[in-house]
Protein backbone atom coordinates (compact mmCIF):
# COMPACT_ATOMS: atom_id res chain seq x y z
CA UNK A 1 0.00 0.00 0.00
CA UNK A 2 1.68 2.99 -1.05
CA UNK A 3 0.60 5.47 2.04
CA UNK A 4 2.32 8.35 4.16
CA UNK A 5 1.57 11.39 5.80
CA UNK A 6 0.67 14.42 4.64
CA UNK A 7 1.87 18.00 5.21
CA UNK A 8 4.99 18.95 3.14
CA UNK A 9 4.43 22.55 4.40
CA UNK A 10 5.48 22.68 7.85
CA UNK A 11 6.62 20.94 11.63
CA UNK A 12 3.61 19.20 11.37
CA UNK A 13 5.36 16.98 8.80
CA UNK A 14 8.32 16.39 11.51
CA UNK A 15 7.13 13.25 12.94
CA UNK A 16 4.00 12.24 12.89
CA UNK A 17 3.07 9.53 10.24
CA UNK A 18 0.03 7.91 8.86
CA UNK A 19 -2.15 7.08 6.03
CA UNK A 20 -1.70 9.83 3.10
CA UNK A 21 -4.44 11.34 1.89
CA UNK A 22 -2.67 12.81 -1.82
CA UNK A 23 -2.16 8.52 -2.02
CA UNK A 24 -6.62 8.08 -2.30
CA UNK A 25 -7.16 10.94 -4.00
CA UNK A 26 -6.18 10.40 -8.09
CA UNK A 27 -5.85 7.82 -10.63
CA UNK A 28 -3.03 6.19 -11.69
CA UNK A 29 -2.39 7.93 -15.46
CA UNK A 30 -3.25 5.59 -18.34
CA UNK A 31 -1.09 8.09 -20.39
CA UNK A 32 2.46 7.13 -19.75
CA UNK A 33 4.03 10.37 -21.64
CA UNK A 34 6.48 11.77 -19.52
CA UNK A 35 6.65 15.86 -18.63
CA UNK A 36 8.95 17.65 -21.57
CA UNK A 37 11.42 19.32 -18.85
CA UNK A 38 13.86 19.71 -21.59
CA UNK A 39 12.18 22.55 -23.48
CA UNK A 40 11.30 23.89 -20.11
CA UNK A 41 14.69 24.06 -19.54
CA UNK A 42 15.21 25.92 -22.76
CA UNK A 43 12.92 28.34 -22.02
CA UNK A 44 13.59 29.03 -18.60
CA UNK A 45 17.26 29.57 -20.26
CA UNK A 46 15.40 32.32 -22.43
CA UNK A 47 13.52 34.08 -19.98
CA UNK A 48 13.87 32.69 -16.26
CA UNK A 49 15.41 36.11 -15.07
CA UNK A 50 14.19 38.53 -17.08
CA UNK A 51 10.97 39.17 -15.03
CA UNK A 52 9.10 41.88 -16.06
CA UNK A 53 8.91 45.00 -13.16
CA UNK A 54 5.14 45.92 -14.54
CA UNK A 55 2.55 43.07 -15.55
CA UNK A 56 -0.07 42.95 -16.84
CA UNK A 57 -2.82 39.94 -15.37
CA UNK A 58 -5.20 39.90 -17.79
CA UNK A 59 -4.65 37.39 -20.14
CA UNK A 60 -2.36 33.61 -21.00
CA UNK A 61 -2.82 31.49 -18.65
CA UNK A 62 -5.68 30.43 -16.03
CA UNK A 63 -7.89 32.71 -17.99
CA UNK A 64 -10.35 29.94 -17.71
CA UNK A 65 -10.72 30.65 -14.17
CA UNK A 66 -12.24 33.82 -14.90
CA UNK A 67 -16.03 32.90 -14.69
CA UNK A 68 -15.08 31.28 -11.36
CA UNK A 69 -14.40 34.27 -9.14
CA UNK A 70 -17.06 36.33 -10.08
CA UNK A 71 -17.75 38.82 -7.52
CA UNK A 72 26.88 25.74 14.03
CA UNK A 73 26.75 26.85 17.26
CA UNK A 74 29.22 29.70 16.93
CA UNK A 75 28.42 32.76 18.23
CA UNK A 76 30.79 35.56 16.21
CA UNK A 77 29.14 38.33 14.60
CA UNK A 78 26.98 38.05 11.70
CA UNK A 79 29.33 40.42 9.19
CA UNK A 80 27.22 39.84 6.43
CA UNK A 81 26.93 43.31 5.43
CA UNK A 82 28.73 42.45 2.50
CA UNK A 83 26.02 40.88 1.12
CA UNK A 84 23.01 42.27 2.53
CA UNK A 85 21.38 44.42 0.41
CA UNK A 86 18.56 45.68 0.62
CA UNK A 87 17.08 48.27 -2.87
CA UNK A 88 14.92 50.39 -1.34
CA UNK A 89 13.33 51.34 -4.44
CA UNK A 90 11.85 47.96 -4.31
CA UNK A 91 11.35 47.13 -0.50
CA UNK A 92 9.41 50.42 0.48
CA UNK A 93 6.87 49.67 2.86
CA UNK A 94 3.35 49.83 1.90
CA UNK A 95 4.34 48.75 -1.56
CA UNK A 96 1.66 46.76 -3.45
CA UNK A 97 3.58 43.77 -5.44
CA UNK A 98 1.61 41.61 -7.56
CA UNK A 99 2.80 38.06 -7.71
CA UNK A 100 2.47 37.81 -11.56
CA UNK A 101 0.43 34.81 -12.26
CA UNK A 102 -1.97 35.52 -14.64
CA UNK A 103 -4.72 34.60 -12.55
CA UNK A 104 -8.21 36.99 -12.47
CA UNK A 105 -8.23 39.39 -9.83
CA UNK A 106 -11.44 40.04 -7.85
CA UNK A 107 -10.52 43.59 -6.90
CA UNK A 108 -14.31 44.87 -8.59
CA UNK A 109 -16.19 43.14 -5.51
CA UNK A 110 -16.77 45.44 -2.83
CA UNK A 111 -16.30 43.09 -0.09
CA UNK A 112 -16.44 44.22 3.59
CA UNK A 113 -13.27 42.90 5.24
CA UNK A 114 -13.27 40.34 7.75
CA UNK A 115 -12.67 41.97 11.14
CA UNK A 116 -10.09 39.08 11.68
CA UNK A 117 -7.69 40.44 9.09
CA UNK A 118 -6.59 43.46 11.23
CA UNK A 119 -6.36 41.08 14.50
CA UNK A 120 -4.46 38.34 12.54
CA UNK A 121 -1.85 41.47 11.02
CA UNK A 122 -1.22 42.91 14.11
CA UNK A 123 -0.74 39.80 16.27
CA UNK A 124 1.60 38.44 12.77
CA UNK A 125 3.76 41.79 13.40
CA UNK A 126 4.42 40.99 17.23
CA UNK A 127 6.54 37.95 16.06
CA UNK A 128 8.75 39.91 13.67
CA UNK A 129 12.41 39.66 14.65
CA UNK A 130 14.74 42.18 13.91
CA UNK A 131 18.56 41.70 13.67
CA UNK A 132 20.58 44.90 13.76
CA UNK A 133 17.55 47.18 12.76
CA UNK A 134 16.30 44.97 10.44
CA UNK A 135 13.46 42.75 9.94
CA UNK A 136 15.11 38.98 9.74
CA UNK A 137 11.95 36.81 10.35
CA UNK A 138 8.65 35.99 12.71
CA UNK A 139 9.05 33.55 15.48
CA UNK A 140 7.28 30.33 15.66
CA UNK A 141 4.57 31.57 18.53
CA UNK A 142 4.25 34.49 21.09
CA UNK A 143 2.39 32.10 23.56
CA UNK A 144 3.76 33.72 26.77
CA UNK A 145 1.54 31.16 28.82
CA UNK A 146 3.97 28.30 28.42
CA UNK A 147 7.55 27.90 28.61
CA UNK A 148 8.59 29.32 24.84
CA UNK A 149 11.39 26.14 24.46
CA UNK A 150 12.23 26.94 20.74
CA UNK A 151 8.84 28.23 19.78
CA UNK A 152 10.68 31.77 20.14
CA UNK A 153 13.42 31.11 17.02
CA UNK A 154 12.77 31.79 13.80
CA UNK A 155 12.17 28.49 11.83
CA UNK A 156 12.74 28.56 7.99
CA UNK A 157 9.70 26.51 7.27
CA UNK A 158 7.39 28.22 9.58
CA UNK A 159 8.44 31.43 8.01
CA UNK A 160 7.47 30.60 4.68
CA UNK A 161 3.66 31.76 5.31
CA UNK A 162 4.82 34.47 6.96
CA UNK A 163 6.95 35.56 3.76
CA UNK A 164 4.09 34.97 1.45
CA UNK A 165 1.68 36.90 3.63
CA UNK A 166 4.01 39.95 3.55
CA UNK A 167 4.83 39.49 -0.44
CA UNK A 168 1.57 39.74 -0.79
CA UNK A 169 1.10 42.80 1.42
CA UNK A 170 3.71 44.66 -0.33
CA UNK A 171 6.04 44.35 2.55
CA UNK A 172 9.40 42.18 0.45
CA UNK A 173 12.08 43.69 2.99
CA UNK A 174 11.37 41.09 5.86
CA UNK A 175 12.02 38.50 3.25
CA UNK A 176 14.81 39.42 1.58
CA UNK A 177 16.75 39.89 4.58
CA UNK A 178 15.46 36.63 6.00
CA UNK A 179 16.81 34.95 2.90
CA UNK A 180 20.06 36.58 3.43
CA UNK A 181 20.63 35.91 6.38
CA UNK A 182 20.42 32.21 6.39
CA UNK A 183 21.75 32.10 3.48
CA UNK A 184 25.17 33.04 5.45
CA UNK A 185 24.08 31.10 8.10
CA UNK A 186 24.73 28.24 5.49
CA UNK A 187 28.04 28.95 4.74
CA UNK A 188 28.74 28.33 8.73
CA UNK A 189 30.66 24.76 9.78
CA UNK A 190 27.58 22.46 11.00
CA UNK A 191 27.98 19.84 13.57
CA UNK A 192 25.60 18.07 15.39
CA UNK A 193 27.30 15.70 18.42
CA UNK A 194 30.63 14.73 16.43
CA UNK A 195 29.21 14.33 12.98
CA UNK A 196 29.90 17.33 10.21
CA UNK A 197 26.82 18.07 8.21
CA UNK A 198 26.69 18.78 4.80
CA UNK A 199 28.29 21.92 3.05
CA UNK A 200 24.60 22.84 1.30
CA UNK A 201 22.52 22.12 4.75
CA UNK A 202 20.75 25.44 5.32
CA UNK A 203 19.62 26.11 8.94
CA UNK A 204 16.30 24.79 10.70
CA UNK A 205 15.96 27.75 12.48
CA UNK A 206 17.91 30.78 14.43
CA UNK A 207 17.42 33.34 16.43
CA UNK A 208 19.31 37.25 17.58
CA UNK A 209 21.05 36.98 20.65
CA UNK A 210 20.99 40.37 22.03
CA UNK A 211 24.13 41.30 24.41
CA UNK A 212 22.81 44.51 26.68
CA UNK A 213 26.29 45.29 28.06
CA UNK A 214 28.15 45.47 24.74
CA UNK A 215 25.01 46.50 22.86
CA UNK A 216 25.83 44.14 20.64
CA UNK A 217 24.00 41.68 18.54
CA UNK A 218 24.62 37.76 17.03
CA UNK A 219 22.65 35.50 15.20
CA UNK A 220 22.97 31.57 16.23
CA UNK A 221 21.70 28.78 14.04
CA UNK A 222 20.47 25.68 15.06
CA UNK A 223 21.28 22.67 12.50
CA UNK A 224 19.63 19.81 14.45
CA UNK A 225 21.62 20.21 17.53
CA UNK A 226 18.97 21.32 20.10
CA UNK A 227 16.02 19.87 18.07
CA UNK A 228 13.86 16.97 19.72
CA UNK A 229 15.73 13.82 18.40
CA UNK A 230 19.50 16.26 17.70
CA UNK A 231 17.55 15.53 13.94
CA UNK A 232 19.46 18.01 11.10
CA UNK A 233 17.09 19.32 9.13
CA UNK A 234 16.05 17.99 5.28
CA UNK A 235 13.58 20.52 3.93
CA UNK A 236 15.12 24.05 5.00
CA UNK A 237 16.72 24.18 1.93
CA UNK A 238 13.85 23.02 -0.05
CA UNK A 239 11.97 25.47 1.23
CA UNK A 240 14.29 28.49 0.51
CA UNK A 241 14.78 27.97 -2.96
CA UNK A 242 10.69 27.92 -3.09
CA UNK A 243 10.87 31.04 -1.16
CA UNK A 244 13.28 32.58 -3.35
CA UNK A 245 11.47 31.96 -6.24
CA UNK A 246 8.28 33.49 -4.53
CA UNK A 247 9.73 36.32 -3.54
CA UNK A 248 11.27 36.71 -7.23
CA UNK A 249 7.88 36.22 -8.71
CA UNK A 250 6.39 38.63 -6.80
CA UNK A 251 8.33 41.63 -6.83
CA UNK A 252 10.55 41.45 -10.19
CA UNK A 253 13.56 41.58 -8.91
CA UNK A 254 15.40 39.12 -10.17
CA UNK A 255 18.75 40.77 -8.86
CA UNK A 256 18.24 38.94 -5.77
CA UNK A 257 18.11 35.51 -7.37
CA UNK A 258 21.22 36.56 -9.95
CA UNK A 259 23.56 37.47 -7.03
CA UNK A 260 26.72 35.30 -6.88
CA UNK A 261 26.33 34.33 -3.02
CA UNK A 262 22.26 33.15 -3.87
CA UNK A 263 23.71 31.26 -7.01
CA UNK A 264 25.82 29.23 -4.69
CA UNK A 265 23.58 28.98 -1.98
CA UNK A 266 21.30 27.22 -4.62
CA UNK A 267 24.21 24.75 -6.15
CA UNK A 268 25.01 23.62 -2.55
CA UNK A 269 21.71 23.03 -1.68
CA UNK A 270 21.43 21.08 -5.37
CA UNK A 271 24.96 19.61 -5.05
CA UNK A 272 23.37 17.71 -2.00
CA UNK A 273 20.15 16.66 -2.90
CA UNK A 274 21.24 15.59 -6.80
CA UNK A 275 24.21 13.68 -5.54
CA UNK A 276 24.86 9.25 -6.10
CA UNK A 277 21.96 7.61 -4.13
CA UNK A 278 20.17 10.69 -3.05
CA UNK A 279 17.71 9.67 -4.71
CA UNK A 280 17.02 6.17 -2.88
CA UNK A 281 17.86 7.67 0.79
CA UNK A 282 15.18 7.13 3.21
CA UNK A 283 14.03 10.64 3.53
CA UNK A 284 12.70 9.88 -0.67
CA UNK A 285 12.51 6.41 -2.02
CA UNK A 286 12.78 4.01 1.04
CA UNK A 287 9.42 2.25 2.25
CA UNK A 288 10.66 1.97 5.74
CA UNK A 289 12.39 5.31 5.51
CA UNK A 290 11.76 8.62 7.34
CA UNK A 291 9.07 9.86 6.34
CA UNK A 292 7.78 13.13 8.24
CA UNK A 293 10.61 15.55 6.84
CA UNK A 294 13.47 14.71 9.61
CA UNK A 295 12.88 12.18 11.83
CA UNK A 296 15.00 9.20 11.66
CA UNK A 297 12.15 6.31 12.74
CA UNK A 298 10.69 3.73 10.53
CA UNK A 299 6.88 4.66 9.46
CA UNK A 300 4.24 3.48 7.52
CA UNK A 301 4.46 4.22 3.69
CA UNK A 302 6.36 5.94 1.37
CA UNK A 303 7.81 9.60 2.16
CA UNK A 304 5.10 11.62 -0.28
CA UNK A 305 5.10 14.78 1.27
CA UNK A 306 9.27 15.34 0.88
CA UNK A 307 9.07 13.68 -2.84
CA UNK A 308 6.63 16.64 -3.46
CA UNK A 309 8.83 19.49 -1.91
CA UNK A 310 11.47 18.06 -3.53
CA UNK A 311 9.86 18.38 -6.61
CA UNK A 312 8.59 21.86 -6.23
CA UNK A 313 11.98 23.24 -5.39
CA UNK A 314 13.67 21.36 -8.36
CA UNK A 315 11.20 23.26 -10.73
CA UNK A 316 11.81 26.61 -8.99
CA UNK A 317 15.95 25.96 -9.12
CA UNK A 318 15.34 25.44 -12.74
CA UNK A 319 13.88 28.65 -13.66
CA UNK A 320 16.13 30.34 -11.02
CA UNK A 321 19.16 29.22 -11.99
CA UNK A 322 21.69 31.39 -14.15
CA UNK A 323 22.36 29.17 -17.27
CA UNK A 324 26.55 29.86 -16.98
CA UNK A 325 28.69 26.89 -17.39
CA UNK A 326 28.45 25.89 -13.42
CA UNK A 327 24.27 26.71 -13.76
CA UNK A 328 24.43 24.47 -17.30
CA UNK A 329 25.66 21.57 -15.41
CA UNK A 330 23.05 21.52 -12.36
CA UNK A 331 19.95 22.14 -15.18
CA UNK A 332 20.98 18.97 -17.01
CA UNK A 333 21.23 16.93 -13.97
CA UNK A 334 17.56 18.92 -12.76
CA UNK A 335 16.09 17.64 -15.70
CA UNK A 336 17.37 14.28 -15.59
CA UNK A 337 15.98 13.97 -12.06
CA UNK A 338 12.96 15.72 -12.89
CA UNK A 339 11.82 13.03 -15.54
CA UNK A 340 12.62 9.78 -12.93
CA UNK A 341 11.14 11.78 -9.69
CA UNK A 342 7.47 12.33 -11.81
CA UNK A 343 7.24 8.80 -13.56
CA UNK A 344 7.96 7.46 -9.46
CA UNK A 345 5.51 10.04 -8.06
CA UNK A 346 2.81 9.28 -11.30
CA UNK A 347 3.54 5.21 -10.92
CA UNK A 348 3.79 4.65 -7.34
CA UNK A 349 1.65 7.26 -5.34
CA UNK A 350 -1.63 7.69 -6.84
CA UNK A 351 -4.26 5.44 -6.51
CA UNK A 352 -7.85 4.82 -7.78
CA UNK A 353 -10.14 1.90 -7.16
CA UNK A 354 -8.64 -0.12 -10.94
CA UNK A 355 -5.30 0.00 -9.43
CA UNK A 356 -6.42 -0.59 -5.60
CA UNK A 357 -8.47 -3.75 -7.43
CA UNK A 358 -4.93 -4.81 -8.95
CA UNK A 359 -3.40 -4.64 -5.89
CA UNK A 360 -5.63 -6.73 -3.89
CA UNK A 361 -5.14 -9.62 -6.41
CA UNK A 362 -1.31 -8.87 -6.78
CA UNK A 363 0.87 -12.30 -6.27
CA UNK A 364 3.84 -12.06 -3.98
CA UNK A 365 7.34 -12.95 -4.21
CA UNK A 366 7.96 -12.40 -7.77
CA UNK A 367 11.41 -11.83 -9.37
CA UNK A 368 12.29 -10.67 -12.81
CA UNK A 369 11.61 -7.33 -14.73
CA UNK A 370 8.75 -8.82 -15.14
CA UNK A 371 6.80 -8.84 -11.75
CA UNK A 372 4.13 -6.73 -11.38
CA UNK A 373 3.99 -6.07 -7.56
CA UNK A 374 7.34 -4.84 -7.72
CA UNK A 375 7.66 -3.94 -3.58
CA UNK A 376 6.47 -7.09 -2.55
CA UNK A 377 3.13 -5.40 -1.36
CA UNK A 378 1.08 -7.76 0.71
CA UNK A 379 -2.65 -8.12 -0.44
CA UNK A 380 -3.53 -8.74 2.83
CA UNK A 381 -2.32 -5.67 4.40
CA UNK A 382 -4.52 -3.61 2.85
CA UNK A 383 -6.80 -1.48 5.49
CA UNK A 384 -10.31 -2.19 5.48
CA UNK A 385 -11.25 1.21 5.27
CA UNK A 386 -9.77 2.18 2.01
CA UNK A 387 -12.31 -0.01 0.32
CA UNK A 388 -15.52 1.99 1.49
CA UNK A 389 -13.09 5.22 1.79
CA UNK A 390 -12.11 5.40 -1.93
CA UNK A 391 -14.64 6.52 -4.62
CA UNK A 392 -16.09 4.52 -6.88
CA UNK A 393 -14.32 6.61 -9.85
CA UNK A 394 -11.27 7.76 -10.54
CA UNK A 395 -11.55 11.36 -8.58
CA UNK A 396 -8.97 14.72 -7.95
CA UNK A 397 -8.15 15.73 -4.67
CA UNK A 398 -10.67 18.31 -4.23
CA UNK A 399 -13.65 15.60 -5.27
CA UNK A 400 -12.38 13.39 -2.19
CA UNK A 401 -12.34 16.66 0.00
CA UNK A 402 -15.66 17.26 -0.77
CA UNK A 403 -17.06 13.77 -0.57
CA UNK A 404 -15.29 13.38 2.84
CA UNK A 405 -16.13 17.05 3.96
CA UNK A 406 -16.53 15.67 7.62
CA UNK A 407 -13.44 12.88 7.65
CA UNK A 408 -11.20 15.17 6.25
CA UNK A 409 -12.21 19.01 7.25
CA UNK A 410 -14.45 18.56 10.03
CA UNK A 411 -14.96 21.53 12.35
CA UNK A 412 -11.48 22.71 11.64
CA UNK A 413 -9.50 22.89 8.66
CA UNK A 414 -7.41 20.33 7.72
CA UNK A 415 -6.54 16.93 8.74
CA UNK A 416 -3.09 16.40 8.19
CA UNK A 417 -3.75 13.00 7.13
CA UNK A 418 -6.28 10.74 7.90
CA UNK A 419 -7.02 8.21 9.58
CA UNK A 420 -5.24 7.83 12.58
CA UNK A 421 -3.32 4.95 13.71
CA UNK A 422 -4.64 3.23 16.84
CA UNK A 423 -4.50 1.57 19.68
CA UNK A 424 -0.92 0.13 20.67
CA UNK A 425 0.20 1.00 16.59
CA UNK A 426 0.51 4.82 17.03
CA UNK A 427 2.97 3.95 19.80
CA UNK A 428 5.22 1.63 17.91
CA UNK A 429 4.72 4.27 15.13
CA UNK A 430 5.61 7.51 16.51
CA UNK A 431 8.04 6.67 19.38
CA UNK A 432 4.86 6.85 22.13
CA UNK A 433 4.96 10.50 21.39
CA UNK A 434 2.02 11.49 24.16
CA UNK A 435 0.95 14.15 21.59
CA UNK A 436 0.62 11.49 19.05
CA UNK A 437 -2.54 9.62 20.61
CA UNK A 438 -5.49 9.41 17.83
CA UNK A 439 -6.50 12.16 16.44
CA UNK A 440 -3.82 14.33 18.29
CA UNK A 441 -1.15 16.13 16.89
CA UNK A 442 0.99 14.67 13.90
CA UNK A 443 -1.54 11.36 14.48
CA UNK A 444 -4.60 12.92 12.67
CA UNK A 445 -4.81 16.10 14.26
CA UNK A 446 -5.96 19.07 12.44
CA UNK A 447 -3.72 22.17 11.52
CA UNK A 448 -5.18 25.38 10.75
CA UNK A 449 -1.52 26.20 8.56
CA UNK A 450 -2.88 24.30 5.86
CA UNK A 451 -5.41 26.63 5.09
CA UNK A 452 -3.44 28.45 2.52
CA UNK A 453 -2.23 25.37 0.87
CA UNK A 454 -5.58 24.37 0.62
CA UNK A 455 -6.75 27.59 -0.83
CA UNK A 456 -3.90 27.42 -3.20
CA UNK A 457 -5.01 23.88 -4.48
CA UNK A 458 -8.53 25.32 -4.70
CA UNK A 459 -8.02 28.24 -7.12
CA UNK A 460 -5.10 26.48 -9.35
CA UNK A 461 -8.07 23.75 -9.91
CA UNK A 462 -11.04 26.01 -10.08
CA UNK A 463 -13.11 24.88 -7.18
CA UNK A 464 -12.46 28.44 -4.98
CA UNK A 465 -15.77 27.62 -2.97
CA UNK A 466 -14.05 24.80 -1.13
CA UNK A 467 -11.87 27.38 -0.11
CA UNK A 468 -14.32 29.66 1.39
CA UNK A 469 -16.39 27.35 3.28
CA UNK A 470 -12.74 26.09 4.95
CA UNK A 471 -12.25 29.59 5.70
CA UNK A 472 -16.09 30.04 7.20
CA UNK A 473 -15.17 27.14 9.35
CA UNK A 474 -11.83 28.83 10.64
CA UNK A 475 -12.76 32.31 11.24
CA UNK A 476 -15.67 30.89 13.41
CA UNK A 477 -13.49 29.68 15.93
CA UNK A 478 -9.52 30.66 15.12
CA UNK A 479 -9.75 34.20 16.65
CA UNK A 480 -11.85 33.06 19.95
CA UNK A 481 -8.98 29.79 20.40
CA UNK A 482 -6.33 32.53 20.20
CA UNK A 483 -4.67 30.63 17.06
CA UNK A 484 -3.83 27.49 18.53
CA UNK A 485 -0.97 25.65 16.93
CA UNK A 486 -3.34 22.10 16.20
CA UNK A 487 -6.72 20.86 17.03
CA UNK A 488 -7.63 17.21 18.13
CA UNK A 489 -10.37 15.02 18.31
CA UNK A 490 -11.54 13.27 14.98
CA UNK A 491 -13.67 16.54 13.99
CA UNK A 492 -10.96 18.70 15.17
CA UNK A 493 -13.24 20.07 17.93
CA UNK A 494 -10.60 20.49 20.75
CA UNK A 495 -7.58 22.80 20.92
CA UNK A 496 -4.63 20.63 20.28
CA UNK A 497 -3.66 19.44 23.79
CA UNK A 498 -0.04 20.51 24.09
CA UNK A 499 -0.53 23.18 21.42
CA UNK A 500 0.76 26.64 21.18
CA UNK A 501 -1.44 29.49 21.27
CA UNK A 502 -0.41 32.34 19.22
CA UNK A 503 0.73 30.00 16.47
CA UNK A 504 2.34 32.53 14.13
CA UNK A 505 1.60 30.37 11.13
CA UNK A 506 -1.65 29.70 12.02
CA UNK A 507 -2.35 33.51 11.74
CA UNK A 508 -0.29 34.13 8.73
CA UNK A 509 -1.56 30.42 6.92
CA UNK A 510 -4.93 32.74 7.73
CA UNK A 511 -3.94 36.10 5.79
CA UNK A 512 -2.31 34.27 3.21
CA UNK A 513 -5.66 32.02 2.35
CA UNK A 514 -7.67 35.24 2.67
CA UNK A 515 -5.46 37.56 0.34
CA UNK A 516 -5.43 34.64 -2.53
CA UNK A 517 -9.02 34.17 -2.69
CA UNK A 518 -9.13 38.23 -2.78
CA UNK A 519 -6.05 38.16 -5.16
CA UNK A 520 -5.64 34.94 -6.88
CA UNK A 521 -3.27 36.43 -9.03
CA UNK A 522 -0.92 35.97 -5.53
CA UNK A 523 -0.98 32.15 -6.50
CA UNK A 524 2.24 32.74 -8.94
CA UNK A 525 4.21 32.69 -5.83
CA UNK A 526 3.71 29.01 -5.19
CA UNK A 527 2.29 27.70 -8.20
CA UNK A 528 4.30 27.29 -11.76
CA UNK A 529 2.41 28.62 -14.98
CA UNK A 530 4.19 25.78 -16.59
CA UNK A 531 1.79 22.98 -15.09
CA UNK A 532 -0.80 23.47 -17.37
CA UNK A 533 1.47 22.88 -20.76
CA UNK A 534 3.47 20.24 -18.65
CA UNK A 535 0.73 18.59 -16.87
CA UNK A 536 0.43 14.84 -18.33
CA UNK A 537 -2.95 13.38 -19.74
CA UNK A 538 -4.83 11.80 -17.20
CA UNK A 539 -8.48 10.56 -16.54
CA UNK A 540 -9.80 12.32 -13.83
CA UNK A 541 -13.13 12.97 -12.47
CA UNK A 542 -15.78 15.18 -14.50
CA UNK A 543 -14.77 17.84 -12.11
CA UNK A 544 -11.04 17.77 -13.19
CA UNK A 545 -10.49 21.42 -15.06
CA UNK A 546 -8.27 21.18 -17.90
Not at 99 to 113: A, L
Not at 453 to 475: D, H, N, V, W, Y
Request: hydrophobic share 40%; net charge negative; charged share 25%.
Amino acid sequence: MHSAAVGSSSEACQNGNVKNLESLCSSTPDDDDEYDFSKLAERSSRSSLNVERQRSFDERSLGDLAAVFSPSQSSRHDNSRGIDLVDDTLCSPGRVIRSGFNTPTSSNVSVEPHPMITEAWDNLRRTMVHFRGQPVGTIAAFDHSVESLNYDQVFVRDFVPSALAFLMNGEPEIVKNFLLKTLRLQSWEKKVDLFKLGEGVMPASFKVLHDPVRNTETLIADFGETAIGRVAPVDSGFWWIILLRAYTKSTGDSSLAEMPECQRGMRLVLSLCLSEGYDTFPTLLCADGCCMVDRRMGVYGYPVEIQALFFMALRCALVLLKHDDEGKEFVERIVKRLHALSYHMRSYFWIDLKQLNDIYRFKTEEYSHTAVNKFNVIPDSLPEWVFDFMPSESAAIMDLIESRWEELVGEMPLKVCYPAIESHEWRIETGCDPKNTRWSYHNGGSWPVLLWLLTAACIKTGRPQIARRALELAESRLSKDNWPEYYDGKLGRFVGKQARKFQTWSIAGYLVAKMMLEDPSHLGMVALEEDKQMKPVMKRSTSWTT
